[in-house]
């Protein structure tokens, strides 16, 4: 009469695992925001520094630099490679967590277009 039930004592189980996940996902996210990745460009006359969540602390800016044009360009791309080596932080740290299981996809959630 209650045959499925069987498959209850498993959700439970799944919750459990599902806790466990979050409070691993929030350490995670909080040592992150420990580390620190910086980001230059124009040979390090503008340097961008992130934490591993990728929030900006702080941006250098070389005081000889002077062209507004130059420092336009120069902008933007110390961002991009901070952000880019807080992602792979980010990365890094998703796959000693889950340790190295080939999850579906978690590649998308990291924000490997490729794949896990």
């Given at each position: 009469?209650?045959?499925?039930?069987?498959?209850?004592?498993?959700?439970?189980?799944?919750?459990k695992?599902?806790?466990?996940?979050?409070?691993?996902?929030?350490?995670?996210?909080?040592?992150?925001?420990?580390?620190?990745?910086?980001?230059?460009?124009?040979?390090?006359?503008?340097?961008?520094?992130?934490?591993?969540?990728?929030?900006?602390?702080?941006?250098?800016?070389?005081?000889?630099?002077?062209?507004?044009?130059?420092?336009?360009?120069?902008?933007?791309?110390?961002?991009?490679?901070?952000?880019?080596?807080?992602?792979e932080?980010?990365?890094?740290?998703?796959?000693?967590?889950?340790?190295?299981?080939?999850?579906?996809?978690?590649?998308?959630?990291?924000?490997?277009?490729?794949?896990?």
């Amino acid at each position: 009469m209650l045959k499925g039930l069987g498959a209850l004592g498993n959700v439970g189980n799944l919750m459990k695992q599902a806790q466990e996940m979050s409070g691993k996902m929030k350490s995670l996210t909080d040592n992150l925001k420990t580390k620190r990745a910086t980001g230059m460009a124009g040979g390090g006359m503008v340097e961008v520094e992130v934490n591993g969540a990728g929030d900006v602390l702080t941006v250098r800016i070389d005081p000889q630099l002077n062209d507004r044009e130059m420092l336009e360009d120069l902008l933007p791309a110390a961002f991009n490679a901070a952000k880019a080596k807080a992602e792979e932080m980010h990365q890094q740290a998703m796959l000693e967590l889950t340790g190295g299981m080939g999850l579906p996809g978690l590649g998308d959630l990291l924000g490997n277009k490729g794949g896990a």
